[in-house]
């Protein structure tokens, strides 16, 4: 069974930084991409970013200059170096794991709240 662990959630004030770590752990092969999906209270789970297996990267234009992602192969991690956060960055942010099979995995999520 596949796990992903999120860490690196928490409240910070508009115009901060924040970073999201992702680890994946069990039996798989072939990742095709791994990324973050966010849902804000009352609204629909979105993409924020994402990375591919071939480097190619993938925002979301909200987060668009502001995000990075970026990934680990041999920790098999994902990161999410947030900067100048804003208050509808929050969310609770969900770790994504996509195989080249088709198989989908997902992290329990990890809450980024923004406020003064």
């Known amino acids: 069974q596949v796990q992903l662990v999120e860490s690196g959630g928490g409240l910070v004030q508009p115009g901060g930084s924040l970073t999201l770590s992702c680890v994946a752990s069990g039996s798989f092969d072939n990742i095709f991409s791994m990324g973050w999906y966010r849902q804000a209270p009352g609204k629909q789970r979105e993409l924020a970013a994402e990375i591919f297996s071939t480097g190619s990267l993938n925002y979301a234009e909200s987060v668009k200059n502001r995000f990075t992602v970026s990934r680990d192969n041999i920790k098999n991690a994902v990161y999410l170096q947030m900067n100048s956060l804003k208050l509808d960055d929050t969310a609770v942010y969900y770790c994504?794991?996509?195989?080249?099979?088709?198989?989908?995995?997902w992290g329990k999520g990890t809450l980024v709240t923004v406020s003064s």
């Open positions: 994504n794991l996509y195989e080249r099979n088709g198989m989908n995995y």
